[in-house]
């Protein structure tokens, strides 16, 4: 069956950077739409970036535009997040989600989900 596995999530001081790591399997990766989204408590999940079968084509939340870059390496079915000069209101637990026909904004549109992995940023 399909799995998602996060990782690389953890604790940084504001304007620090981190890099998320999904490692797919189960499917086959490169005819999938993949993205992350993001949940903080009390909040919607709300999308981080989504990228479709390349990463040639991306989508990015608002509050993520030139400080985040996802990226996807289809020989590894790997999708990758990188987060740079990140702010406390970035905390959530970030999710890797996948579907064979969807690669939109909505977290409705995903079939297959990660447990999630933890980003905390101090102040």
């Known amino acids: 069956q399909v799995q998602l596995v996060e990782s690389g999530g953890g604790l940084v001081q504001a304007g620090g950077s981190l890099r998320l790591s999904c490692a797919a399997s189960?499917?086959?990766?490169?005819?999938?739409?993949m993205a992350w989204f993001r949940q903080a408590p009390g909040k919607e999940r709300e999308l981080v970036a989504s990228?479709?079968?390349?990463?040639?084509?991306?989508n990015y939340g608002d509050s993520v535009k030139g400080r985040f870059t996802i990226t996807r390496d289809n020989g590894k079915n790997m999708m990758y997040l990188q987060m740079n000069s990140l702010k406390p209101e970035d905390t959530a637990v970030y999710y890797c989600?996948?579907?064979?026909?969807?690669?939109?904004?909505?977290?409705?549109?995903?079939?297959?989900w990660g447990q999630g992995t933890q980003v905390t940023v101090s102040s």
């Open positions: 990228t479709g079968w390349s990463d040639r084509i991306t």
């Open positions: 989600a996948a579907d064979r026909l969807y690669s939109g904004p909505l977290a409705a549109g995903f079939r297959y």
């Open positions: 189960g499917l086959t990766f490169s005819n999938y739409g």
